[in-house]
C-alpha cells in the first residue's frame, strides 16, 4: 500500500499581508486606507464663502421680483392707457422763389419754400412731450435727381395735450446752390408743370404725460411727402411715415 503524503496545515495570512508576487492586487476584506494628510492642508470650510452664496442668492431672488414688477405695471400701463406716437401729415409745400442762374461752373439756384406740417395726438389719456424739440428739414426733386435739401428749422420743445392738434408753418431757403446745369433745367422744367417731387423730413424724441410725470423717451424720424406738387396744391393732406427706435 503507497503511502499518502503528510497534510500540510493551513496558514493564514496575517492581515494587512501583501503578496510579494502580485504588488498591486489588493487584500480582500481589508479596507484601503486613507493617506495621513498633516492639519494644515485640510480644507476648512469658509463662512466667508458661504456668507457670498446668500447674498447671490438674495440678489438674484430680488432681481427677479423687480423684473416681474416691471413687467406688470407695464403691461397694466399699456392695456389702460394703450400709448400711440403722434401723427404728421403734410399740409402744404409753397415754393414762393425759384431764381436759377447758370454761370459756367454749373446753376446756382436761390429757393425758398414755405411748408406746413399738422401734427396730432391720437391718446385719448396721455399727453406727448417733444423733449428735443422737432428739427425739420425741407427737400427739393425725386430719385431721378440728386435730391437738394432746402434748408432746416429747429422747432421748440413744447408739450401736446391729448386729443390736440398743432400746425407749424416753417420758412426754409437756400441761396446760391450750385447744381449741375442739367439737374437745374429739369428741376425749373418740373416746378413749372408742379411734376417735381416735394418732401419734408424731421427727427425728435417724444415721451408721455401722465399727471405732470413725464414717462419713457422715445426717438423717432418722420419722412413727408415725396409726392408730387401737385397732389400737395390739390388739397390732399399725405400722411407722414415715422420711424421708431431706441427707446
Known amino acids: 500500500m503507497a503511502q499518502q503524503p503528510p497534510i500540510r496545515p493551513v496558514v493564514h495570512k496575517p492581515p494587512g499581508y501583501r503578496d510579494p508576487y502580485q504588488p498591486g492586487r489588493p487584500v480582500p476584506g481589508q479596507p484601503p486606507r486613507k ?18 452664496r446668500i447674498c447671490c442668492c438674495v440678489f438674484c431672488t430680488f432681481l427677479l421680483i ?27 409745400f409753397q415754393i414762393p422763389k425759384f431764381d436759377p442762374v447758370s454761370k459756367t461752373d454749373g446753376t446756382h439756384l436761390d429757393v425758398q419754400a414755405v411748408t406746413s406740417v399738422e401734427v396730432r395726438n391720437p391718446n385719448p389719456k ?5 423733449g428735443e424739440g422737432i428739427e425739420m428739414h425741407a427737400i427739393l426733386g425725386d430719385e431721378n435727381d440728386v435730391g437738394m435739401g432746402l434748408g432746416s428749422k429747429q422747432l421748440r420743445r413744447f408739450t401736446q395735450m391729448h386729443r390736440n392738434t398743432t400746425n407749424f408753418k416753417m420758412d426754409m431757403r437756400v441761396r446760391n446752390k450750385v447744381v449741375d446745369q442739367t439737374v437745374g433745367r429739369r428741376l425749373a422744367a418740373q416746378l413749372k408743370s408742379k ?14 404725460v401722465i399727471k405732470g410725470w413725464r414717462i419713457g423717451t422715445v426717438k423717432i424720424n418722420v419722412l413727408c411727402g415725396g409726392v408730387k406738387l401737385k397732389v400737395v396744391d390739390a388739397g390732399e393732406m399725405p400722411k407722414c411715415t415715422i420711424n421708431a427706435f431706441k427707446w
Do not use: H, M, Q, W
Not at 498633516?38 to 456668507?51: D, E, L, M
Not at 400701463?77 to 401729415?89: E, H, M, Q, S, T
Not at 396721455?126 to 417733444?130: A, E, G, R, V
Open 35 to 52: 493617506p495621513n494628510v498633516p492639519p494644515s492642508f485640510r480644507p476648512k470650510r469658509s463662512r466667508g464663502s458661504r456668507c457670498c
Open 126 to 130: 396721455l399727453d406727448i412731450f417733444y
Open 195 to 208: 411734376e417735381i417731387k416735394v418732401a419734408v423730413e424731421g427727427k425728435t424724441r417724444v415721451g408721455y
Open 66 to 92: 423687480v423684473i416681474i414688477v416691471v413687467a406688470l405695471a407695464g403691461g397694466i400701463f399699456y392695456l389702460y392707457f394703450d400709448p400711440r406716437l403722434p401723427a404728421f401729415y403734410l399740409l402744404s
